[in-house]
């Protein structure tokens, strides 16, 4: 892990700094703030300690502008309880009280460099897509891994990272989908001061923030087809070009990429090239959706409901009888996310010993699998339902609920709500930068609209 320390090395800090050292991270250190986004814009780092006495609210603000989303643990004396609130109320994750606590500061690094989305599996439909992944794991091939939204493609993509020769650097994810077009070969490839309005300075991309390591190229299906082009060239050798350099840069890294489209019928489309596909699939994983592995879906419950009973301090209670039946029967649309999600509402909604069906609610309120005898009548009761609610309304009003809706539904992953939609993720994210600009609240990715 790469800490960056932002403060001066006195002897409470460097105590911090050594025990950070002992327990396996990278220390590096700076005495400034702009110091510090200097080493972040040349390297990168996990997490960033910052001594209360620097201008905390001045680094977030200063990360957020760059789109840096390395996270701040302030840290200082014990008895400066108003110094550690107005940390947290800029933007700090964590407060950490100095002289430091070797418990506290190992628990912190630990919460950074562990991955709490568990890869749990019993069905042999996905023991199969398991045991390949093993068997790639320690070559340097490229992989795709496709499948419907929340099959847990990330998942598998760290799991093959965490198996492989890489697996003690940096493992480094862009979702291609949630970056417009114009930002994200920035993101990738880095910038030099002044290549555009806003380039500050010279600052990294992720491909040289994950050289030695593993770079995930999250929904690529999303990217731009010019950006396509360049992507090739450096995967093909393993150089790029920041935005406004003049000098190619060597990286190492292997890639992983993801998609829940069907990336043969988008090179059709036109919409994919045919020489990236090629270049990304020498080895295919396909996660089946978890209505397609059902051993899966009672292991996975046990666990989320496991997890979130600890997480909030609650009795892990088991499935009734009837519980089990039921989310065995269910379709999991949304697949393992879904499923997650469900999990963590009846850990919150159950009163007794046992998690009943009457805890096990859809997001809108209802029982799952609540369904009228006569699916006709129901239908026509919904249409008119439906037109009662438009009338008197704009179609720019039904429009932009009906945008927000879906977005909410889908906790706010734009690529799966484009589809659902019908229409291109560049058109639904002019939608959403419309919305934003009017003063409406928009979720980001992995957020509801309560959320936002």
């Known amino acids: 892990m790469r800490l960056l320390i932002i403060g001066r090395l006195n002897g409470e800090l460097i105590a911090a700094s050594k025990i950070a050292m002992q327990r396996g991270a990278a220390v590096v250190q700076s005495d400034t703030v702009e110091q510090g986004l200097v080493v972040l814009r040349s390297r990168g780092a996990d997490l960033i300690m910052a001594d209360v006495a620097q201008p905390i609210a001045e680094l977030v603000d200063a990360l957020a502008l760059e789109r840096m989303r390395t996270p701040v643990v302030a840290c200082g004396t014990g008895t400066d309880a108003r110094a550690a609130v107005a940390a947290i109320q800029a933007g700090a994750r964590e407060y950490i009280p100095l002289p430091p606590d070797p418990d506290l500061i190992a628990a912190i690094i630990e919460a950074v460099t562990s991955d709490n989305r568990a890869f749990v599996w019993r069905d042999p439909a996905m023991e199969r897509v398991v045991r390949l992944a093993e068997q790639v794991a320690r070559s340097e091939a490229s992989v795709l891994i496709t499948g419907e939204s929340g099959t847990g493609k990330e998942v598998v993509a760290r799991y093959i990272h965490g198996r492989s020769g890489r697996k003690g650097k940096a493992f480094v994810s862009v979702n291609c989908a949630a970056i417009p077009d114009n930002l994200l070969e920035s993101e990738l490839f880095g910038h030099e001061k002044g290549a555009f309005t806003g380039a500050v300075a010279r600052r990294i991309g992720k491909f040289e923030e994950a050289n030695g390591g593993t770079l995930l190229l999250d929904e690529i299906s999303e990217m ?8 090739l060239r450096a995967l093909q050798e393993r150089t790029i070009d920041r935005v406004g350099g003049s ?43 978890l209505r397609e592995r059902p051993a899966d879906v009672l292991e996975l419950a046990r666990h989320f409901l496991k997890r979130y009973a600890d997480a ?25 996310r879904e499923l997650e999600n469900t999990m963590h509402r009846a850990v919150l909604l159950a009163s007794g010993s046992e998690i009943t069906p009457d805890a096990i609610m859809t997001p809108e309120g ?72 009017s003063g409406i609240v928009v979720p980001g990715p992995g957020q509801g609209r309560s959320a936002a």
């Open 366 to 437: 209802e029982a799952l699998g609540t369904s009228s005898s006569d699916p006709a009548a129901r239908a026509v009761q919904a249409a008119e339902a439906v037109t009662r609610g438009l009338v008197g309304r704009t179609v720019a009003d039904v429009e932009r609920d009906l945008i927000l809706d879906t977005l909410d539904h889908c906790l706010g992953n734009r690529t799966h709500a484009a589809r659902i939609l019908g229409i291109s993720i560049r058109t639904l994210r002019n939608k959403l930068n419309e919305y934003n600009l």
């Open 247 to 289: 000098q190619p840069v060597r990286v190492d890294i292997r890639v992983i990429a993801t998609s829940n489209r069907n990336l043969g019928d988008e090179v059709r489309k036109g919409t994919f090239r045919e020489d990236l596909l090629y270049r990304l699939n020498v080895v295919h994983l396909r996660l089946p959706a």
């Open 224 to 231: 731009d087809v010019r950006l396509q082009a360049k992507l």
């Open 312 to 336: 909030n301090g609650l009795p892990d209670r088991p499935l009734s009888a009837e519980s089990r039946d039921l989310i065995l029967h269910s379709p999991w649309r949304g697949n393992v």
